[in-house]
């Protein structure tokens, strides 16, 4: 009755959410407190007595955020690169069992789930950071930061979702498997 | 019925999925400035006490006094002679 991929996707953005929410928050914290800067909480959050502080703590927190996505990016690009099961190699699959970190290799649909919450956050981070770069409420160095982050992984992900098209012959209309077209000239040999 | 229930909780999932996706961002509108304002306000303006001009002390130098009399008498002067007479 519920939608397997609606449940995937809840299921995979909570981690991000809550790591991207507590890097927000807890920077915040350190920065104005490392840049000695006076901050006051209150209803509205965290309020700065003027706006260069608040400047240059929201530039360094959105950076901190930045950070956390290119790990996760990282992450969940290098699962899709090099340890999909599609396309893993024998000799790298066999050294991941040795390792006993063979929950690495995972197939496509949990990839891809992850890695679409992953590039919807830097999509999301890139257009809000975008937004206040306009509002002169951050340094441009982290907008194009942001920018480039996505366009990399972005073009990343393309690249690995090609290689699957390639793996499962999707580009040239042919069947999941090989063996199809062998049985097909099986029985057009039998025919004749 | 059935697909109703289905697509009620369906769309229920998807608002869970986008709340979980926009929290994080959302929450970057945490931080806010609050620049101490130089310029009194109107507000300001109606609270000050205004005191009236004859409370004033008599601080007034002599000169001064001496100079608003000579003024004064120029003037009723100027308005005697302008007056037609009767």
Known sequence: MLSKVLVKLIDRAIVPAILLLATRVVSIVLIS?????PVKISKSGFVFESYADFVKVNSYSTLAMIVILILGLIYILLKSLAFHDSHIKPSLSAKVFSLK????????????SEAAIWLSYA???LLFSGIMLVSKLLYNWVFYMAAGVTLVSTILFILDVEEEIKIKGLD?????????????LLCKEELE | MKNLIKITFN???LVILLSVIFLPIGMMSLINYDEKQVVLSTKDTRTQIQEPLDALPGSVPKEVEEIIMKLEGAYQQITSSTQPKE
Do not use: A, N, P
């Open chain 1, 123 to 125: 999509y999301l981070l």
């Open chain 1, 33 to 37: 407190r490392y840049l000695g800067l």
């Open chain 1, 101 to 112: 970190i063979q929950h690495l290799i995972q197939g496509s649909f949990h990839l891809y």
């Open chain 2, 11 to 13: 769309s229920l999932l």
């Open chain 1, 172 to 184: 040239k209309g042919e069947s999941e498997y090989e063996y199809d077209e062998d049985k097909e």
